[in-house]
């Protein structure tokens, strides 16, 4: 399978090129911008119930994947994530790992690459705030989005602080550990949230807008609820 | 310090380096990443310098400013801390000297070293009726002021008049004069036109507007959104 990455940074899109009939590549439901006819589409919660239910509460992905399979080689597809901004692919090899943010996944191909839940916080104590990951392992290839810019940072001997809401991906070979930026008083009076100290060696896939902070901006803008109202 | 911009217009991140020592105090909520090694102080109305409870508070409820900044400085060694706004659009670098200020509109102002003072500038009632709002924060002193704008920066060199919506107004520099004026002769026709009361702005200087009008946008997309609790 070829892949390509057009309309990068601002509205990137993923074609990827199929080199025989049979073989396969997996997307989140809602993904499919336009595909070669003799694509066949197949909808399934993949890895059973229990697994996908798992990795839509806890991952944030969707329920409901799709497996799309050529019907000869030179087949095409077409596929974008949700928001505006970059994508990008990571090719990983046998037993490498690979960490994605909830809601980043976009597709992958391999069909040995696993795609696992992988509780990353301390959400019930944050409220909704914490991280979480889906540990992607090869081999294969995962194509995950951002909104807005993907920046990568790699990560020196000092260490490295990214508020959580703008971690999208990280390699293995990193460890994180979730806080509250700036002490108690950060978390309630910075504004900053959560933040996520990494160390060791690898690299931080950051995205440079937060669909959190677009929705805290437009709140205020939303119709107010008439009172006495059903609804 | 060195400010690094990166993807620009439409999502561009700012890259602050610090040599050792150096600190820049940054918009609540505006971090996105930085190394470790930097110590960060939240500063509230109340923090010392800043002028106090009153003038703390008065930045940020006229200002448009969050009432809160954070400090970052980089002790040890180098560093550098990412900082960005909630919306899209580009960031600009302005060098503040002395006897130049810069008034920025309130929501635009993301950071700047110690060595530039925020003030508001109060509007009086000129700024009342605007609609909009219409104060700005005054910065002096001597150093760069990192500030956002929503959708893409026109620079404009003025040495004349321009009529300016206050919604696309970013910022401009201290030998500009502005008032209040309506978009087109009388209060009817002018409320009629969408542009309600507008800046007439006139003098030598730099003028920056922003592409696009967050209130615009707001109610562009917020209305269509399901209605909260009041």
């Known amino acids: 399978m070829r892949h390509e990455i057009l309309d990068a940074p601002n509205f990137a899109l993923l074609k990827l090129r199929f080199d025989g009939a049979g073989e396969q590549a997996v997307a989140e439901s809602g993904a499919l911008v336009a595909k070669s006819a003799a694509v066949t589409v197949q909808t399934s919660l993949r890895g059973g119930l229990i697994a996908a239910a798992k990795r839509s509460v806890l991952g944030g992905e969707s329920l409901f994947q799709n497996t799309y399979t050529a019907g000869a080689a030179g087949d095409e597809l077409w596929l974008a994530p949700a928001a505006e901004g970059d994508l990008k692919g990571r090719v990983l090899s046998a037993g490498e790992s690979f960490f994605l943010q909830s809601g980043a996944y976009l597709a992958h191909h391999g069909p040995e690459l696993v795609v696992d839940t992988r509780w990353g916080g301390v959400r019930g104590f944050f409220g909704g705030l914490g991280l979480f990951l889906l540990r992607i392992s090869g081999p294969g290839t995962v194509f995950y989005g951002s909104y807005g810019a993907l920046h990568e940072v790699e990560v020196g001997p000092g260490g490295y602080t990214a508020d959580t809401g703008h971690v999208v991906a990280f390699t293995e070979g990193l460890e994180y550990r979730v806080r509250p930026f700036g002490g108690a008083k950060g978390l309630f009076f910075s504004g900053e949230g959560l933040v996520c100290d990494f160390s060791g060696r690898g690299s931080v896939f950051l995205q440079t807008r937060s669909p959190a902070s677009l929705a805290s901006f437009l709140h205020p803008y939303r119709p107010v609820k008439a009172r006495g109202s059903s609804e | ?230």
Request: overall charge negative; some cysteine.
């Open chain 2, 1 to 230: 310090m060195q400010f690094e911009l990166r993807y620009q217009p439409a999502h561009t991140l700012a890259i602050v380096h610090l040599s050792p020592g150096e600190a820049i105090r940054a918009e609540a909520s505006s971090m996105i990443s930085m190394t470790s090694g930097l110590a960060v102080s939240t500063d509230g109305p109340l923090a010392r310098g800043r002028g106090g409870l009153l003038r703390g508070m008065g930045r940020a409820m006229l200002g448009g400013e969050s009432f809160f900044t954070n400090t970052f400085t980089a002790v040890g060694g180098a560093g550098h801390v990412t900082l960005a706004p909630a919306l899209c659009g580009d960031l600009l670098v302005h060098d503040v000297r002395p006897g130049e200020d810069l008034l920025i509109q309130g929501s635009s102002y993301v950071a700047a070293p110690d060595t530039v003072t925020l003030d508001t500038q109060w509007q009086g009632m000129k700024g009342f009726f605007s609609g909009e709002s219409l104060f700005f924060l005054r910065a002096t002193g001597d150093g760069p002021v990192l500030l956002n704008a929503f959708g893409a920066i026109q620079t404009i060199d003025l040495d004349g008049e321009l009529i300016v919506d206050t919604g696309h107004l970013v910022a401009f520099t201290s030998g500009i004069q502005y008032r209040v004026t309506t978009a087109s002769p009388g209060l009817i026709a002018s409320w009629l036109s969408g542009e309600g009361f507008v800046l007439s702005v006139t003098g030598k200087g730099r003028l920056y507007l922003q592409t696009r009008n967050p209130s615009e946008y707001g109610v562009a997309v917020g209305s269509s959104l399901p209605p909260r609790e009041a």
